[in-house]
């Protein structure tokens, strides 16, 4: 096993603690840590969390997300969602701040015969992994949803589905981490993480007043999401396998009073996220084009097409903000956590479309890694060289107990 002491500099009183990336899982793991005592400095190229934490819907969906022979990160998915009530709690204690956790259940629904059979699948697919759905004729989905269109055919309710307000999330871990002690540097692109002789000595910072201002620290966090691959310093080996994916994203204005829709729902091609104030959020395109960041019309067409016809509704409403996130997607689109070759080298990236899911069990596993050395069981299966054992090479202890890689 792994220590403590393996993965920081073990003399230090208060190890000093450097996140790459601000966002919600670099939040909450400095939160953690913060709280636990270090010294914890989260550096951002941008404002905190107005990358993918922002642009995202925040569904907390492990079983509509649910792919064939994803098994392992389904687990994973599943475990993030049962804590995800008691972090709410402990968060918004924390923070003083609301983030809008709602338990009203998602909805899949179908609308042509070819979109039933294919409901059909996957309502079987999550029948044989156990999870609790339920099958919806198509009058059961609008009682539950009274405006969608009369062509809904058939539905899965997913009652342990939920949802959280993401940007509000990260309006409040922010605010969670600074109250522990936290020091976030907004605007401020990590260059570099120093590396020497096997271990970590900090990070080569600049921002708007100076280049390359060395910050020593016993442990660096990689939770820079797409950003992830490309800061100098990182040996070839330990580069994350992560890409942005693209989403076009745009939101509608609903009368918060009477709102089009009150549960999660998933229309063929489309999810819509309704908040307490009554935006209905519209998502989300995949895209392979880089970090291409145009809103073009085909993309705000489709998400608006595939809207209407399940809740005609829509057409009545103001359209309130169109966006472009870029999801950190790894080569197996599972995250990337723990501990690496290089001691005091942590990985929380590659959440791909589970980011704000995966939150509270990247916070607790990686920080719990650092303060006591334990690679939680939880977050075992999706350190970085299981990449390294694909590719037919095997990870093996290197003399001093951390993981190396050998051919
Ligand atoms: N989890 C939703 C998305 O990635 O679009």
């Not at 995800?84 to 809008?100: H, N, Q, T, Y």
């Amino acid at each position: 096993m792994q220590t403590a002491q393996n993965s920081r500099n073990g003399n230090s009183p208060t190890p000093r603690i450097a996140i790459i990336g601000a966002g919600v899982c670099g939040l909450g793991i400095g939160w953690r840590l913060a709280a636990a005592g270090c010294t914890v400095d989260a550096f951002d190229q941008g404002e905190p969390g107005r990358a993918a934490s922002w642009a995202a819907a925040g569904m907390l969906a492990a079983r509509a997300e649910v792919e064939p022979g994803e098994e392992t990160l389904l687990d994973l998915n599943l475990k993030a969602q049962e804590i995800w009530p008691g972090f709410v709690a402990e968060l918004e204690s924390a923070s003083g701040l609301p983030v809008d956790y709602r338990d009203d259940g998602t909805m899949i629904v179908a609308l042509t015969r070819d979109d039933a059979e294919a409901l059909r699948f996957t309502y079987d697919l999550q029948k044989r992994l156990d999870l609790d759905v339920d099958w919806l004729s198509g009058i059961e989905a609008r009682q539950r949803e009274p405006f969608l269109s009369p062509n809904v055919t058939a539905g899965i309710y997913s009652p342990g589905d939920h949802q959280v307000d993401n940007r509000k999330l990260v309006i409040a871990l922010q605010r969670a981490f600074e109250a522990a002690g936290g020091a976030v540097h907004a605007q401020t692109t990590i260059r570099a993480i120093d590396i020497a002789e096997d271990r970590v000595r900090g990070v080569v910072a600049a921002n708007e007043e100076s280049d390359d201002i060395h910050h020593a620290a016993d442990v660096v966090v990689l939770a820079a999401g797409a950003w992830s691959r490309d800061i100098d310093g990182l040996p070839t080996e330990l580069r994350p396998p992560v890409r942005p994916v693209k989403g076009q994203m745009l939101s509608l204005r609903m009368d918060a009073d009477a709102p089009l829709l009150r549960h999660v729902v998933w229309p063929p091609g489309v999810y819509l996220v309704p908040r307490n104030d009554g935006t209905l959020i519209i998502g989300a395109t995949v895209e392979e084009k880089g970090f291409d960041g145009d809103l073009t019309a085909g993309g705000m067409l489709d998400l608006l097409r595939d809207t209407w016809e399940a809740l005609p509704g829509i057409t009545e409403l103001s359209v309130d903000e169109m966006w472009v996130g870029h999801r950190p997607t790894s080569r197996d689109d599972a995250p990337i956590l723990g501990p690496t070759g290089v001691e005091g080298l942590i990985m929380a990236t590659g959440h791909h479309r589970n980011g704000i899911l995966l939150t509270p069990i990247t916070a607790n596993g990686v920080s719990r890694y650092i303060l006591e050395g334990v690679v939680d069981p939880a977050i075992e299966p999706f350190t970085l060289d299981r990449f390294a054992k694909r590719r037919g090479k095997r990870a093996r202890p290197a003399p001093d107990g951390k993981l190396g890689v050998v051919s």
